[in-house]
Nanobody, 113 residues
Framework: QVQLVESGGGLVQAGGSLRLSCAAS????????MGWYRQAPGKERELVAN???????NYADSVKGRFAISRDNAKNTVYLQMNSLRPEDTAVYYC???????WGQGTQVTVSS
Protein backbone atom coordinates (compact mmCIF):
# COMPACT_ATOMS: atom_id res chain seq x y z
CA GLN A 1 0.00 0.00 0.00
CA VAL A 2 1.38 3.38 -1.03
CA GLN A 3 1.85 5.91 1.73
CA LEU A 4 3.12 9.47 1.26
CA VAL A 5 3.71 11.64 4.32
CA GLU A 6 4.53 15.33 3.92
CA SER A 7 6.17 17.53 6.52
CA GLY A 8 7.89 20.89 6.80
CA GLY A 9 5.07 23.33 6.23
CA GLY A 10 4.46 26.34 8.41
CA LEU A 11 4.14 30.10 8.66
CA VAL A 12 6.89 32.23 7.19
CA GLN A 13 7.32 35.88 6.27
CA ALA A 14 7.62 36.95 2.66
CA GLY A 15 11.17 36.45 1.44
CA GLY A 16 11.72 33.52 3.77
CA SER A 17 12.40 29.87 3.08
CA LEU A 18 10.93 26.49 3.91
CA ARG A 19 11.86 22.94 2.98
CA LEU A 20 9.12 20.40 2.51
CA SER A 21 9.74 16.66 2.75
CA CYS A 22 7.67 13.75 1.50
CA ALA A 23 8.53 10.29 2.78
CA ALA A 24 7.23 7.42 0.66
CA SER A 25 6.61 3.79 1.50
CA UNK A 26 5.03 0.84 -0.23
CA UNK A 27 6.64 1.59 -3.59
CA UNK A 28 9.91 1.13 -5.41
CA UNK A 29 10.70 4.79 -4.89
CA UNK A 30 13.74 5.09 -7.12
CA UNK A 31 11.93 4.26 -10.36
CA UNK A 32 9.04 6.65 -9.87
CA UNK A 33 8.48 10.23 -10.84
CA MET A 34 7.54 12.27 -7.79
CA GLY A 35 5.74 15.57 -7.77
CA TRP A 36 4.76 18.47 -5.57
CA TYR A 37 1.41 20.17 -6.12
CA ARG A 38 -0.38 22.95 -4.30
CA GLN A 39 -3.92 24.12 -3.83
CA ALA A 40 -4.82 27.59 -2.65
CA PRO A 41 -8.30 28.43 -1.30
CA GLY A 42 -10.80 28.68 -4.11
CA LYS A 43 -8.31 27.51 -6.72
CA GLU A 44 -7.62 24.25 -8.48
CA ARG A 45 -4.71 22.07 -7.50
CA GLU A 46 -1.67 22.81 -9.65
CA LEU A 47 1.69 21.26 -10.36
CA VAL A 48 4.59 22.99 -8.63
CA ALA A 49 7.45 20.71 -9.63
CA ASN A 50 8.26 17.11 -10.42
CA UNK A 51 11.37 14.98 -10.72
CA UNK A 52 11.77 11.76 -12.65
CA UNK A 53 13.89 8.70 -11.97
CA UNK A 54 16.84 10.26 -13.80
CA UNK A 55 16.74 13.45 -11.76
CA UNK A 56 15.24 15.54 -14.54
CA UNK A 57 13.07 18.30 -13.14
CA ASN A 58 10.11 20.35 -14.28
CA TYR A 59 8.77 23.53 -12.65
CA ALA A 60 5.75 25.76 -12.86
CA ASP A 61 6.71 29.13 -14.31
CA SER A 62 5.61 30.85 -11.12
CA VAL A 63 8.27 29.09 -9.02
CA LYS A 64 11.20 28.82 -11.42
CA GLY A 65 14.37 30.19 -9.90
CA ARG A 66 12.89 30.15 -6.38
CA PHE A 67 11.99 26.51 -5.70
CA ALA A 68 14.08 23.39 -6.10
CA ILE A 69 12.89 19.80 -6.06
CA SER A 70 15.25 16.99 -5.18
CA ARG A 71 15.14 13.38 -4.13
CA ASP A 72 17.08 11.01 -1.90
CA ASN A 73 16.42 7.47 -3.10
CA ALA A 74 18.22 5.98 -0.10
CA LYS A 75 15.67 7.65 2.17
CA ASN A 76 12.66 7.25 -0.14
CA THR A 77 12.13 10.98 0.24
CA VAL A 78 11.47 13.87 -2.10
CA TYR A 79 12.11 17.46 -1.05
CA LEU A 80 10.94 20.89 -2.10
CA GLN A 81 13.23 23.74 -1.13
CA MET A 82 11.26 26.97 -1.31
CA ASN A 83 13.13 30.28 -1.25
CA SER A 84 12.05 33.88 -1.70
CA LEU A 85 8.54 32.93 -0.68
CA ARG A 86 5.66 35.21 -1.60
CA PRO A 87 2.16 35.57 -0.16
CA GLU A 88 0.79 34.03 -3.35
CA ASP A 89 2.69 30.82 -2.52
CA THR A 90 0.27 30.28 0.37
CA ALA A 91 -1.45 26.93 -0.18
CA VAL A 92 -1.69 23.36 0.95
CA TYR A 93 1.21 21.49 -0.63
CA TYR A 94 0.77 17.87 -1.64
CA CYS A 95 3.15 15.14 -2.68
CA UNK A 96 2.07 12.85 -5.49
CA UNK A 97 3.34 9.56 -6.84
CA UNK A 98 3.90 10.10 -10.55
CA UNK A 99 0.59 10.85 -12.23
CA UNK A 100 -1.30 8.35 -10.12
CA UNK A 101 -4.11 8.79 -7.65
CA UNK A 102 -1.73 8.40 -4.71
CA TRP A 103 -1.41 11.64 -2.79
CA GLY A 104 -0.14 12.65 0.62
CA GLN A 105 -2.34 14.34 3.17
CA GLY A 106 -0.90 17.77 2.48
CA THR A 107 1.03 20.32 4.50
CA GLN A 108 0.00 23.95 4.93
CA VAL A 109 2.35 26.71 3.83
CA THR A 110 1.38 30.24 4.80
CA VAL A 111 3.42 33.25 3.70
CA SER A 112 2.68 36.53 5.42
CA SER A 113 3.32 39.88 3.80
Amino acid sequence: QVQLVESGGGLVQAGGSLRLSCAASGIIFSINTMGWYRQAPGKERELVANINRFGNTNYADSVKGRFAISRDNAKNTVYLQMNSLRPEDTAVYYCRLGFSSSWGQGTQVTVSS
